[in-house]
């Protein structure tokens, strides 16, 4: 098990930004790649990005790609997703995720999920 808590969700005006955090607990979290899924209303879980369990590699889906970063510090079993000039269609929640080793893309490939936070992006 990986208990998974995210933070950093709220209510931002479009073009702001935001850091979300999840945190996870566990002695083994360097081997973990990490993703963010996001869920907007009546719409499929959705890819955002992902990172490598050593950092060395990520990923991001083409619709956040040069807005959003994602990193991690495994020192604090950390991995973050920062935000930049944020759009209203990226209103979702959005979720952070573990699998071992391998970064991907596909929800279905991750074993862990945290509860979600909320991101609300206002025009």
């Known amino acids: 098990q990986v208990p998974l808590v995210e933070s950093g969700g709220g209510l931002v005006q479009a073009g702001g930004s935001l850091r979300l955090s999840c945190a996870a607990s566990g002695r083994m979290f360097n081997i973990y790649a990490m993703g963010w899924f996001r869920q907007a209303p009546g719409k499929e879980r959705e890819f955002v990005a992902a990172?490598?369990?050593?950092?060395?590699?990520?990923y991001s889906s083409d619709s956040v790609k040069g807005r959003f970063t994602i990193s991690r510090d495994n020192a604090n079993n950390t991995v973050y997703l920062q935000m930049n000039s944020l759009l209203v269609e990226d209103t979702a929640v959005y979720y952070c995720a573990a699998r071992k080793f391998t970064a991907a893309m596909t929800d279905t490939d991750y074993a862990y999920w945290g509860q979600g936070t909320q991101v609300t992006v206002s025009s």
């Open positions: 990172i490598s369990w050593r950092g060395d590699s990520t």
